[in-house]
Nanobody, 124 residues
Framework: QVQLVESGGGLVQAGDSLRLSCAAS????????MGWFRQAPGKEREFVAG????????YYADSVKGRFTISKDNAKNTVYLQMTSLKPEDTAVYYC?????????????????WGQGTQVTVSS
């Protein structure tokens, strides 16, 4: 089992950058693939980025490709989401998720473990 705690959210202006962190508990973090999702008010939770257990494979939603970068530090039990060129439409609560699998997962229902979320607000 793994517990996840996100941090790094905040209020920024359009064009700014922000880095989200997700710290995981548990000694088997290196065997988990991780994902970042976001949910805006009145909308469904959507996939943002995912990374395989080893960090060797990543996958991004088209809306963030080229602007966001996901990375995983197994030594620190942490996954990051570096966000650049932020837009107002990126405003949402961002969640990290974990699943013990070798592949990159993009569907929320595929993940068993979730953090509590961190708010990102981008003003125009």
């Amino acid at each position: 089992q793994v517990q996840l705690v996100e941090s790094g959210g905040g209020l920024v202006q359009a064009g700014d950058s922000l880095r989200l962190s997700c710290a995981a508990s548990g000694r088997t973090f290196s065997t988990y693939s991780m994902g970042w999702f976001r949910q805006a008010p009145g909308k469904e939770r959507e996939f943002v980025a995912g990374i395989s257990w080893s960090g060797g494979r990543t996958y991004y939603a088209d809306s963030v490709k080229g602007r966001f970068t996901i990375s995983k530090d197994n030594a620190k039990n942490t996954v990051y989401l570096q966000m650049t060129s932020l837009k107002p439409e990126d405003t949402a609560v961002y969640y990290c998720a974990a699943e013990r699998t070798l592949t990159v997962l993009t569907e929320p229902l595929s993940y068993d473990y979730w953090g509590q979320g961190t708010q990102v607000t981008v003003s125009s």
